[in-house]
Nanobody, 116 residues
């Protein structure tokens, strides 16, 4: 089993930046693809970005392309989501996932609030 802990969320003004981290409990982290998802109030959880186990390939939701960057450091069992040019539409709880949506592991999430 892999335990995931997200951090780095908070309150930020429109146009600002945040960097989320996802710390995994086991070295097996490097064996899994990783994803960031988010859920806004009253909405379904949606994909933000994914990255392959090696970090060689990434994928982004259209809404965040050019603003967000997903990365990982397998030596530290940690994944990241750099978020720039944040807007109110990015307000949500952000979750990291490894191993896939249906059978993988999830963290408890970190709140990101974009507001002036």
């Amino acid at each position: 089993q892999v335990q995931l802990v997200e951090s780095g969320g908070g309150l930020v003004q429109p146009g600002g930046s945040l960097r989320l981290s996802c710390a995994a409990s086991r070295r097996l982290f490097s064996h899994y693809a990783m994803g960031w998802y988010r859920q806004a109030p009253g909405k379904q959880r949606e994909l933000v970005a994914t990255i392959t186990p090696s970090g060689g390939s990434t994928n982004y939701a259209d809404s965040v392309k050019g603003r967000f960057t997903i990365s990982r450091d397998n030596a530290k069992n940690t994944g990241y989501l750099q978020m720039n040019s944040l807007g109110s539409e990015d307000t949500a709880v952000y979750y990291c996932n490894v191993g896939g949506v249906k059978l993988g592991y999830w963290g408890r999430g970190t709140q990101v609030t974009v507001s002036s």
